[in-house]
């Protein structure tokens, strides 16, 4: 009964990728190179420890590594997300992008969403309509048509802008020599932005002052600091305990999942990106046309449970990388894994992206393995 269970929910997920693979290219590995040529009909897919792209891609762009650089000329949208990305000399309609260290620069006829620890958008870069940037830093010295919506740490602006400039709870602004703001320039920061004299804003800036909080007893920080131990330690072991029971009661198909994620990285990369974008989509899509919402409550029962169950093979994944690809786990190897793998978590941006890189290749290898089991190869 368990077998036919997973194969019904397997298949409704199946049947919710619409034409995913359809006149696409699908590229992953450790090093992956995509070279783009007007013979290329359709949509782009690489996943990698490094990868790089060029050339024309006549669909859309979907690129997933540690490092990802590109200089493609893209004829529909671009997403990428990795460690470090270099989307330089690219042309695209949207370009959506999340990462560490992220420089952008090009041609867009579209709309620009950049989140990252730090933002670059260098000279010469257009951008058609709006944008919507996020970091820790960011520096934007291009050309945007629309408007400009700004949310981070220091932000640097020393581009033009047709429309509004905003910056929403920054801690520093500075606006460089070369900035054009023609539209409505509003801010917020704990202390009024250092604007250079050879800056043109065409009203006034608008300053929002953003008060820095007072320093208390302690008491209120020690209390969240212990809900956030005590949630974090109580997660960690719910993990722990699936972890354990994977490995030792099921410790042939959890081997099988280990070894898929290690010898085929990219492609359970792209795989479990492409499952965790896709899926969601297709749930929405069922519930809103003649599909019918039962097919989209099995659908979001088996994605859910999808997520859920790659949490533990997260924590045995982490412990093999730990044990430079040896699979000859014990008990505190997989614990140390799940500790480290979660302290990893905890680190803002960079942590955020190498926790990812591994929960979604482990979410790839998982799909595969039991795709392989009840379904066949």
């Known amino acids: ?5 997973a194969l019904g929910c397997m298949l409704a997920v199946a049947g919710l990728f619409p034409a995913v693979s359809m006149a696409a290219s699908m590229n992953a590995g450790q090093s992956v190179s995509v070279v783009g040529t007007t013979a290329a009909q359709g949509n782009a897919y690489a996943a990698g420890a490094t990868v790089v792209t060029s050339g024309t891609i006549n669909g859309d762009l979907l690129a997933v590594g540690s490092t990802v650089v590109s200089s493609a000329k893209v004829n529909g949208d671009i997403m990428a ?7 330089v000399g690219v042309t695209a309609q949207d370009m959506r992008v999340a990462g560490g260290n992220v420089t952008v620069g090009g041609v867009l006829t579209g709309e620009l969403a950049a989140a990252a620890g ?15 940037l996020a ?3 960011v520096d934007f010295s291009g050309t945007d048509a629309g408007n400009l919506a700004i949310t981070g ?8 802008v047709n429309g509004n400039l905003t910056v929403g709870h920054s801690t520093k602004v500075a606006v460089g020599p070369h900035a054009v703001i023609k539209g409505k320039f509003e801010y917020s920061a704990p202390a009024v932005a250092t604007i250079d004299k050879g800056a043109v804003i065409a009203g006034t800036p608008v300053f929002h002052q953003i008060q820095v909080a007072q320093k208390d007893d302690g008491s209120f920080r020690a209390v969240m ?3 956030f131990t005590f949630w974090w330690l109580i997660k960690l072991a719910m993990i722990l305990v699936a972890a354990y029971l994977l490995w030792y009661i099921f410790r042939k198909d959890s ?53 859920t169950l790659t949490a533990p093979f997260t924590a045995l994944f982490a412990a093999m990388l730990l044990r430079k690809g040896k699979t000859d786990l014990r008990w505190y190897h997989i614990l140390l894994g799940a500790v480290v793998i979660d302290l990893v978590f905890l680190v803002p941006f960079i942590g955020w992206i190498a926790y990812a890189l591994v929960y979604i290749a482990a979410l790839g290898a998982v799909m595969n393995i039991l795709k392989e089991k009840f379904i066949g190869k």
């Open 153 to 160: 740490g220091n932000v640097y602006f020393d581009g033009t």
């Open 81 to 87: 997300a990795g460690g470090t990305l270099t989307m």
């Open 135 to 137: 970091g820790s830093s």
């Open 1 to 5: 009964m368990k077998k036919y269970l």
């Open 225 to 227: 600091v212990g809900v």
């Open 255 to 307: 081997l099988a999942v280990l070894d898929r994620a290690r010898t085929h990285y990219g492609m359970s990369l792209l795989g479990g990106f492409i499952f965790l974008v896709v899926v969601p989509v297709g749930v929405v899509i069922s519930f809103i046309t003649v599909i019918g919402a039962i097919p989209g409550f099995v659908a979001l029962f088996a994605y859910l449970a999808f997520l």
């Open 118 to 132: 730090t933002l670059t958008v260098i000279p010469g870069t257009t951008i058609a309509k709006d944008s919507y």
